[in-house]
């Protein structure tokens, strides 16, 4: 590690363990922050056009705000971003040049106004995490690190080439990171997906000191080290010669690294990714970090497995419109110090402020931004697991992405049941994914995705699948009703790339895929698949 790059890990860990421990000194106090952002929020409010229409008042108190606003999706907002975006006059917040796509299929995509406020608020959540990183993981701090951010499909590249994520830091922050980090940003400048996933390969290469690997889905990892040997006799020419050769169109506002070493190790390696080869490669890796529950929990194991002398830690719930929370002290606490939130209690309905939680409860966020949603629903599911110093500590449990063709109301939670049954029931077998399969011309059904190199007969496997899913009695019921087909299996060597390609057919790009132990598609995306 360079100079530069110790001196820029200092000045970094000394800032944020100051943000570090004045979150944790002002936790016992989070309620009276939660009430300041609200009237700071609706006083902004006060000022935009929506804010005029709907008579915000900054006077409001949380009774009268919750008594007023209706909960909220992205479509009671579309038509004010695309408003915004087009007149650039303050329809929903203030001061915002900057509009972050999230991602899913180009349909339904949607488009975040990032103000001055909500990067602020991002920024008061990241600062007490990255404090507690480094207060946690002191290896970190002997190399560089790698932060998989925003990717962007192909057809947004050109549209969203100056798309920055730091911009959620201060220009000193800003460059101060960038010395730190293994890839530069740059690589977005790339015209392709395939073409930026090559080059962030060639730099984490040429990386030896690299000693923290951050991602959010512990299967874009996974992906990310096997294209290592799909990419293999590429970068074996790039590292060597420091040039981009055939990729030189895709990848001309990148500069090409050069490691005459890192090439020496692929072109003696063998080609199995093992533990023992990523060893090799980056010897100083002290910390990955991905998500960890709910259906990413087992291929956070399996990347974990990579890198056994690294510690590992689990992701808080961070999406594009907003944080919720953050690791802090091996708990998930509330990032009370971002936006207003509020949780809606799934037993019974009832919307409460984050003060009013009570451990054991299943919730659901509602947040309230600096992008001018407000009450706006996040749709993951969380578990109250515990308070530090009060604070709510919130686990995420998956998504609410309950699935219903017909009324038989399908579940994550019965699909993981059904899953852990198959894998006793089944060597060598394990579930990925039950998709429900939409078809306006025939019959809908559902269709497990399975992997493993057991070898068992499919009919066995739909027979106990269908019998396992009986046990739903509204399953049951829409079997007997005809208003369901069969249930059918698809057994793949390597299950989540198939579910991958099925993604990608509905329009997302590689590396945004995320897995999702239970999910709805349309028949159309089957075509080619043999049932």
Known sequence: M??????????????????????????????????????????????????????????????????????????????????????????????????????????????????????????????????????????????????????????????????????????????????????????????????????????????????????????????LLEDLYKYRHELIRILEKGKWGDYQNLLDKVDCPKSKSAARILRHWDGELTS???????????????????????????????????????????????????????????????????????????????????????????VSTGSGFFRYRMKDRLEVTNFMDGLPCLTFKGRMNDVDLVGEKMSPELVEAIFNNMEKKFSLIKGVSLLGVEDLDQKPFYLCIVEGEGKVVRDDLEAFLEKELKKNFHYNLARDLGQLDHSKVIHEKDGFKFYQELAMKKGMIKGDVKLEILSKIERKQLEGVVL
Not at 314 to 333: D, H, M, R
Request: charged share 20%; with cysteine.
């Open 276 to 366: 023992d080869f990523l060893q090799i490669i980056w010897p100083n890796m002290g910390l990955v970090s991905s998500w960890d529950t709910a259906s990413s929990e087992a291929w956070a194991n399996k990347l974990k497995n990579f890198f056994p002398n690294a510690s590992f830690q689990g992701k808080g719930l961070f999406a594009t419109e907003a944080v919720v929370t953050i690791p802090f002290q091996s708990e998930y606490v509330l990032a009370y110090k971002s936006h207003f939130y509020e949780f809606e209690c799934l037993e019974t309905g009832k919307i409460l402020p984050s003060w009013e939680l009570e451990k054991n409860q299943m919730v659901s966020p509602l």
């Open 2 to 223: 360079n100079v530069l790059s110790n001196l820029s890990h200092q000045l970094i860990n000394r800032y944020y363990r100051k943000r570090y421990l004045a979150f944790k000194q002002d936790m016992s106090a989070f309620k009276d922050f939660q009430q300041k952002q609200l009237r700071k929020l609706l006083t902004q409010s006060e000022q935009t056009g929506w804010g005029k229409v709907h008579k915000i008042s900054s006077e409001w108190s949380y009774k009268k705000f919750a008594e007023t606003l209706q909960a909220s999706t992205y479509e009671d907002y579309h038509m004010d971003v695309e408003n915004q975006m087009v007149s650039k006059k303050p329809v929903l917040c203030l001061e915002c040049n900057r509009y972050q796509p999230t991602s899913g299929s180009t349909s339904g995509r949607k488009w975040i106004p990032y103000s001055k406020e909500l990067t602020t608020e991002f920024d008061m959540a990241i600062g007490p995490w990255i404090g507690d990183l480094y207060e946690t993981y002191p290896a970190i701090i002997k190399g560089k690190h790698y932060w998989s951010l925003s990717w962007m499909p192909d057809e947004l590249r050109e549209k969203l080439s100056d798309l920055d994520d730091l911009n959620v830091f201060g220009w000193w922050q800003q460059m101060i990171m960038r010395l730190t980090m293994a890839s530069p940003n740059s690589i977005s400048h790339a015209k392709t997906a395939a073409a930026a996933q090559l080059a962030t390969l060639a730099y984490l290469c040429s990386c030896r000191d690299l000693t923290m690997l951050f991602v959010w889905s512990p299967t874009f990892a996974l992906n």
